[in-house]
């Protein structure tokens, strides 16, 4: 059986990674989505085993050392991990697995999993990516210009990605892209190799 693609998106905060993820998980309905565990406060909009699984720094750290993670990294002074073992059985089972992490465990997903498909979401300019935190109207000055440092760090390692996808209105066409991208990455010759079996194949 054919293993299933990983597909890691990655992107600063703003740039509206969360809506282009919902969108391929609408449109890939058998797509597995990993859920994190985090040691961040819930949020009203949380809730826990679906947005994430939510540890204290204790439990996440015992966590760490039973390498219960596939990767983590720790992020606006939180800690975020990927559970290893679901996205392992899934990938296994041949059904296609969907990580939003930021871009270290992108990285870590890299260097353990060449043949990941890392995709970087950018804005369509670095304005556009300010306008966009402001306009949340929730965020206070000292916070926009940490996401923003956040930020410019981020784009100085996304070199390092796949696939660079702007994130520009309206979302379907961001998640058009992405698709697009998965549709590509099947046709990947070693992701074919069966057809390319004489005996079977003709
Ligand atoms: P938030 O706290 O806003 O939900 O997420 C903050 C950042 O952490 C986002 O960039 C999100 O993609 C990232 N994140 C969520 N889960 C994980 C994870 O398991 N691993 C890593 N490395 N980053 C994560």
């Known amino acids: 059986m054919k293993r299933g693609r990983l597909l890691v998106i990655s992107g ?3 740039v509206g990674k969360t809506t282009a993820v919902t969108g391929v998980r609408k ?3 058998e797509m597995y989505f990993s859920v994190s565990a985090t040691t961040r ?3 009203p909009t949380d809730e826990e085993g679906v ?3 939510f540890k204290t720094r204790e439990e996440f750290l015992k966590l760490v050392d039973e390498g219960y993670f596939y990767e983590h990294a720790e992020y606006s002074g939180n800690l975020y ?9 899934h990938l ?3 059904e296609d697995v969907i990580l939003d992490i930021e871009v270290q465990g992108g990285l870590q997903v890299k260097a353990q999993t060449p043949e990941a498909i890392l995709i970087f979401l950018v804005a369509p300019s670095w304005g556009e990516l300010e306008r966009r935190l402001r306009s949340r109207g929730d965020t206070s000055e000292e916070d926009i210009q940490k996401r923003l440092k956040q ?3 981020e784009y100085t390692q996304a ?8 994130s520009e209105a309206p979302p379907e066409c961001v998640v058009e892209r992405i698709n697009t991208i998965l549709s590509a990455e099947g046709y990947r010759t070693r992701r074919n190799m069966n057809l390319l079996n004489l005996e079977e194949s003709l």
Request: hydrophobic share 30%.
């Open 12 to 14: 600063p905060s703003g």
């Open 27 to 29: 449109a890939n309905p």
């Open 41 to 43: 406060a819930m949020r």
């Open 51 to 53: 947005t994430y699984r």
């Open 81 to 89: 991990g990927t559970p290893k073992t679901p996205v392992e059985e």
């Open 92 to 94: 296994a089972a041949g």
């Open 151 to 153: 930020a410019r760090w």
């Open 159 to 166: 070199e390092q990605y796949d696939y660079i996808v702007v």
